[in-house]
């Protein structure tokens, strides 16, 4: 059982490239999230869904965009990529809504953007 | 603008001591309450969460809330070297119930 894959590990990106972060959940989760983590904050929220055709805006979407076709995927893209966007983005997926129940979190992509 | 606070640290207990971390939150309709452990350069992980106003206990960690104070704490008992991490408070309110974290404190156990 995999849980919540991430892709990549790693990614270096310059200034106004663009690039699509991948998220697949093998748990059947309908909820699923992608925040960021700024080195010594907490996770803030950019987008989360709760199921397949439904996406909303988190805390900081600005930048960002998603989709939600399957159950299974959410991937994050980001547009014209920005040092400011430089930080670790996490997946994560819920069997309720994240205030009702546990996250489960991918390994992370470390993005950063020169 | 809801706010969870919690000391930075870093937090240093000996082996076999009770580690105690804070954490308070701004949102008096506050719902649920979550600790999530970090360790460097992984992705955080659920240790305990809370609902009802006291106690709760798993192993070595006790959760406990106290609504009228707003804050929420996790004690570790007998901690252990591989209890070194980062640990999250991460509240929920609304009706949506959605999650705002706390910045985290570090915790070092020291042998």
């Known amino acids: 059982n995999a849980g919540v894959t991430q892709t990549p590990k790693f990614r270096i990106l310059k200034i106004g490239q663009s690039m699509t972060l991948q998220c697949a959940q093998d748990?059947?989760?309908?909820?699923m999230y992608w925040y960021r983590q700024d080195p010594g904050m907490g996770l803030k929220l950019i987008y989360y869904s709760v199921g397949a055709g439904i996406t909303d805006k988190g805390e900081v979407p600005n930048g960002y965009n998603v989709s939600r076709s399957t159950t299974e995927d959410f991937p994050l893209r980001l547009e014209l990529a920005a040092p400011s966007q430089t930080s670790v983005y996490f997946c994560?997926?819920?069997?309720?809504?994240?205030?009702?129940?546990?996250?489960?979190f991918g390994n992370g992509t470390r993005l950063t953007v020169t | 603008q809801k706010e969870v606070e919690q000391n930075s640290g870093p937090l240093s207990v000996p082996e076999g001591a009770i580690a105690s971390l804070n954490c308070t939150y701004s949102d008096r309709g506050s719902q649920s309450f979550f600790w999530y452990r970090q360790y460097s350069g992984k992705s955080p992980e659920l240790i305990m969460f809370?609902?009802?106003?006291g106690d709760k206990e798993d192993g070595r960690f006790t959760a406990q809330l106290n609504k009228a104070s707003q804050y929420v704490s996790l004690l570790i008992r007998d901690s252990q070297p591989s209890d070194s991490a980062t640990y999250l408070c991460a509240v929920s309110s609304g009706s949506a119930r959605q999650l705002t974290f706390g910045s985290g404190t570090q915790l070092t156990v020291l042998p």
């Open positions: 748990m059947n989760h309908n909820y």
């Open positions: 994560a997926s819920s069997q309720m809504p994240e205030g009702r129940s546990p996250l489960h």
């Open positions: 809370i609902y009802s106003n």
